[in-house]
Nanobody, 116 residues
Framework: QVELVESGGGLVQSGGSLRLSCAASGSIFSINTMGWYRQAPGKERELVAAITSGGSTKYADSVKGRFTISRDNTKNTVYVQMNSLKPEDTAAYYC??????????WGQGTQVTVSS
């Protein structure tokens, strides 16, 4: 079993920055993809950014140039640095760990609110 614990959410003004962290614990295989998804009220959950254990990254078009995902494989932790935040970035952000073969785990979520 794998547990994902997120931290770093909060309230920030438009143009501000936040850094989210997600620590994974349990039986973790080294080959995996960790990422962040978000879900705003009334909207579907969407991918924000993801990073493989080899360091390849993927971003949603809406956050390219503003968000940076990184990971520390020695700590099984993934981070996302969010700069130039906009009110439309307001959402619950969820950490995800995915193995080849589609087995995946989710964190409980952390709220990010960007005020205008």
């Amino acid at each position: 079993q794998v547990e994902l614990v997120e931290s770093g959410g909060g309230l920030v003004q438009s143009g501000g920055s936040l850094r989210l962290s997600c620590a994974a614990s349990g039986s973790i295989f080294s080959i995996n993809t960790m990422g962040w998804y978000r879900q705003a009220p009334g909207k579907e959950r969407e991918l924000v950014a993801a990073i493989t254990s080899g360091g390849s990254t993927k971003y949603a078009d809406s956050v390219k140039g503003r968000f940076t995902i990184s990971r520390d494989n020695t700590k099984n932790t993934v981070y996302v640095q969010m700069n130039s935040l906009k009110p439309e970035d307001t959402a619950a952000y969820y950490c995800n760990l995915k193995y080849p073969g589609k087995l995946e785990y989710w964190g409980q979520g952390t709220q990010v609110t960007v005020s205008s």
